[in-house]
Nanobody, 125 residues
Framework: QVQLVESGGGVAPAGGSSRLSCAASGRTSSLTYRMSWFRQAPGKEREGVSLISKHLNFKYYSDSVKGRFTISSDTAKNTVYLQMDNLAPEDTATYFC?????????????????WGQGTPVTVSS
């Protein structure tokens, strides 16, 4: 079993920055090739934000965050990061880390079925 634990959420001002972390533990050798970040705002559906391939040769961003968010990974630490810059109130949501499983929620052409518990991010205007 693999567990994903997010951290780093909180309150940030509009125009500010925040960094989220997602640490994988357990049988991390069973993780496949891609990790991702999703978010879900109150009353809205969960949406994909960004994904990164395990070998760091592919990154993908949704149009809503492109140019403002940066995904990165430290494979030695089994940790994925999401650097969020120039935050806007519409970025307020609970952010989830997810691992590709071949089933689950589709994003960027892949499916993500293993989820963390989420970390809330609130952007104040």
């Amino acid at each position: 079993q693999v567990q994903l634990v997010e951290s780093g959420g909180g309150v940030a001002p509009a125009g500010g920055s925040s960094r989220l972390s997602c640490a994988a533990s357990g049988r991390t050798s069973s993780l496949t090739y891609r990790m991702s970040w999703f978010r879900q705002a109150p009353g809205k559906e969960r949406e994909g934000v960004s994904l990164i391939s395990k070998h760091l040769n592919f990154k993908y961003y949704s149009d809503s965050v492109k140019g403002r968010f940066t995904i990165s990974s430290d494979t030695a630490k089994n940790t994925v990061y999401l650097q969020m810059d120039n935050l806007a109130p519409e970025d307020t949501a609970t952010y989830f880390c997810a691992a590709e499983e071949g089933y689950g929620v589709a994003f960027g052409g892949f499916k993500f079925g293993l989820w963390g518990q989420g970390t809330p991010v609130t952007v104040s205007s």
